[in-house]
């Protein structure tokens, strides 16, 4: 009802900052493919565009390009910058990488090998060296590309996804899915007219005073979310100074109170009505003096049973102030992850923790629930898997409970089924010590939606359980799609304190 006033308020804003920099925005949409066309990236660049220039940006859109038409559209944005831009290249279509180099790929594209890619399509290094040699003072270049390969089974065998790079400096990467991984093209509903990365960032980019890096974070959560955790948008920075798409409303000369006002108003409305204890705490971080702050912090109380009530459950679960430290190793991943989990409190409705991992050391709270189920409780924003029940022992609940739980785990765009089974207890060692652990392995399979003949994807998990540890003491997982190997990844106990 009222956005048009605000929309007015934004640039207002957006044009008192800005004055002094220029913010120019190349914005590409290739859909209408002659080999698999796809249905959302035009949408999804003219959406972005929209917010782009509400934020304001001198935005150039531009549609199903050709080859021609692509190298044209790029050229002409590079000559474009200078030492006072601010640069944001968006691209929704085709992509592919070959030899740790990502391509885009143009509406004309024809291939007949892997070695026709670079001939065929546009490398990303081209616009990046547009941006460094101008100078820009902030590169920003938001890849949503991370579909399928268009060319499989044609000789054209480039590995999924794009490959990972690093940021020039001055630049932000942003993919719509982590390195090696594919996103989905929408998620398949009747109305459903833009990619789900898309529509969260159209949305974060006019959050007022929002730091760049926060917005993709913010983009990274909602998507991780929304997906179920198949996908997981990724970034790469080396962005000096700061930048926000939106300048603070703060700044701005009247009617700016009520415009921060609004914003509160929307994100408490946006997390009061799901009476989740997370999305309480991101208010309060937020708006830690805000108008319903009280309110706020009296439901988290009333969210959070005595400890006894859990107690009640299980003698075993763990204490306030427990912790455990894990190493994360990948197949697809260069170098370890450490994650640290610490309660932070006990309840019937599960475990609060506080998160921190060695590639993020922001802690971040969550809610791990108590039955049979999946949870990003590992940050999934640090690309950690999902993990599986860490407190089912604890909790007194392998047996019945899980053999008769209905579950499932989203992946690549199949909603897989898995059945439990409860195994013998035995021998497990890991980087802190050897347990007599309790054995859990989930295991399932299903065929991909709009994946090749062969997109089957088939799970299995690996759970080892130790009292004396209160928690998960190794996690294992195998994913293969298609028969091609899809996640090879372990978690296993470095360092642990339990009361």
């Given at each position: 009802?009222?956005r048009?006033?605000?929309a007015?308020?934004?640039?207002?804003c957006?044009?008192?900052?800005?004055?002094?920099?220029?913010?120019?925005?190349?914005?590409i949409g290739?859909?209408?493919?002659?080999?698999d066309p796809?249905?959302?990236?035009?949408?999804?660049?003219?959406?972005?565009?929209?917010?782009?220039k509400?934020?304001g940006?001198d935005?150039?859109?531009?549609?199903?390009l050709?080859?021609?038409?692509l190298?044209?559209?790029?050229?002409?944005?590079g000559?474009?910058?200078?030492?006072?831009?601010v640069a944001?290249?968006y691209?929704?279509?085709?992509?592919?990488?070959?030899?740790d180099?990502n391509?885009l790929?143009?509406?004309?594209?024809?291939?007949?090998?892997?070695?026709?890619?670079?001939?065929?399509g546009?490398?990303?290094?081209?616009?990046?060296?547009?941006?460094?040699?101008?100078?820009?003072?902030?590169?920003?270049v938001?890849?949503?590309?991370?579909?399928?390969n268009?060319?499989?089974?044609?000789?054209?065998?480039?590995a999924q996804?794009?490959?990972?790079?690093?940021?020039?400096?001055?630049?932000l990467?942003?993919?719509?899915?982590?390195p090696g991984?594919?996103?989905?093209?929408?998620?398949?509903?009747?109305?459903?007219?833009?990619?789900?990365?898309?529509?969260?960032?159209?949305?974060?980019v006019?959050?007022?005073?929002?730091?760049?890096?926060?917005?993709f974070?913010?983009?990274?959560?909602?998507v991780v979310?929304?997906?179920?955790?198949?996908?997981?948008?990724?970034?790469?920075?080396?962005?000096?100074?700061?930048f926000?798409?939106?300048?603070?409303?703060?700044?701005?000369?009247e009617?700016?109170?009520?415009?921060?006002?609004?914003?509160?108003?929307a994100?408490?409305?946006?997390?009061?009505?799901?009476?989740?204890?997370?999305?309480?705490?991101?208010?309060?971080r937020?708006?830690?003096?805000g108008?319903?702050?009280?309110?706020?912090?009296?439901?988290?109380?009333?969210?959070?049973?005595?400890v006894?009530v859990?107690?009640?459950?299980?003698?075993?679960?763990?204490?306030?102030?427990?912790?455990?430290?894990?190493?994360?190793?990948?197949?697809?991943?260069?170098?370890?992850?450490?994650?640290?989990?610490?309660?932070?409190?006990?309840?019937?409705?599960?475990?609060?923790?506080?998160?921190?991992?060695?590639?993020?050391?922001?802690?971040?709270?969550?809610?791990?629930?108590?039955a049979?189920?999946?949870?990003?409780?590992?940050d999934?924003?640090?690309?950690?898997?999902a993990?599986?029940?860490?407190y089912?022992?604890?909790a007194?609940?392998?047996?019945?409970?899980?053999?008769?739980?209905?579950?499932?785990?989203?992946?690549?765009q199949?909603?897989?089924?898995?059945?439990?089974?409860?195994?013998?207890?035995?021998?497990?060692?890991?980087?802190?010590?050897?347990?007599?652990?309790?054995?859990?392995?989930?295991?399932?399979?299903?065929?991909?939606?709009?994946?090749?003949k062969?997109?089957?994807?088939?799970?299995?998990?690996?759970l080892?359980y130790?009292?004396?540890?209160?928690?998960?003491?190794?996690?294992?997982?195998?994913?293969?799609v298609?028969?091609?190997?899809?996640?090879?990844?372990?978690?296993?106990l470095?360092?642990?304190?339990?009361?």
């Amino acid at each position: 009802m009222k956005r048009w006033w605000l929309a007015l308020i934004l640039c207002w804003c957006c044009g008192a900052a800005c004055a002094q920099e220029q913010r120019v925005a190349l914005v590409i949409g290739n859909a209408a493919y002659r080999v698999d066309p796809l249905d959302n990236p035009v949408n999804d660049a003219r959406l972005v565009a929209t917010s782009l220039k509400q934020a304001g940006f001198d935005v150039t859109l531009a549609e199903n390009l050709d080859r021609r038409g692509l190298l044209g559209a790029l050229r002409a944005f590079g000559e474009r910058l200078n030492d006072n831009a601010v640069a944001v290249l968006y691209y929704a279509g085709h992509g592919l990488q070959l030899r740790d180099r990502n391509y885009l790929i143009p509406i004309d594209a024809e291939m007949r090998s892997e070695d026709e890619i670079p001939l065929a399509g546009i490398d990303i290094g081209f616009i990046l060296g547009r941006m460094s040699a101008a100078k820009s003072r902030v590169n920003i270049v938001i890849l949503d590309a991370c579909r399928n390969n268009p060319f499989a089974g044609k000789s054209v065998h480039s590995a999924q996804g794009l490959a990972q790079m690093d940021a020039p400096v001055g630049t932000l990467l942003a993919y719509a899915t982590a390195p090696g991984k594919l996103a989905a093209d929408g998620l398949g509903g009747v109305n459903d007219k833009n990619g789900l990365y898309a529509q969260q960032l159209a949305r974060q980019v006019l959050t007022p005073g929002l730091p760049v890096e926060h917005v993709f974070k913010r983009v990274r959560e909602a998507v991780v979310r929304a997906s179920r955790e198949a996908q997981v948008p990724w970034e790469s920075s080396s962005l000096q100074g700061e930048f926000s798409f939106v300048p603070a409303l703060a700044s701005a000369r009247e009617g700016v109170g009520d415009v921060e006002a609004a914003a509160e108003l929307a994100f408490w409305n946006s997390v009061q009505g799901a009476g989740r204890a997370d999305d309480l705490r991101a208010y309060l971080r937020q708006y830690p003096r805000g108008r319903f702050a009280a309110l706020a912090q009296s439901r988290l109380d009333a969210a959070a049973p005595a400890v006894s009530v859990a107690s009640a459950l299980s003698d075993k679960l763990p204490r306030v102030g427990d912790s455990w430290r894990y190493r994360v190793q990948d197949q697809f991943r260069l170098g370890d992850l450490f994650v640290t989990a610490k309660v932070e409190q006990v309840s019937a409705q599960g475990i609060a923790e506080s998160r921190t991992t060695s590639a993020d050391a922001t802690a971040r709270s969550a809610r791990v629930a108590l039955a049979p189920s999946f949870s990003a409780v590992h940050d999934a924003a640090a690309l950690s898997p999902a993990e599986f029940s860490p407190y089912l022992q604890a909790a007194g609940l392998i047996g019945p409970a899980l053999r008769g739980a209905e579950l499932s785990q989203q992946i690549e765009q199949a909603t897989v089924p898995l059945r439990a089974s409860v195994e013998d207890e035995e021998k497990v060692q890991v980087a802190a010590g050897t347990f007599r652990a309790q054995k859990i392995v989930l295991r399932g399979q299903a065929q991909a939606r709009g994946a090749a003949k062969s997109g089957v994807v088939v799970t299995e998990h690996r759970l080892w359980y130790a009292s004396e540890v209160k928690r998960i003491v190794k996690h294992e997982i195998t994913t293969t799609v298609g028969g091609a190997l899809h996640q090879s990844t372990s978690m296993e106990l470095v360092e642990y304190s339990v009361r």
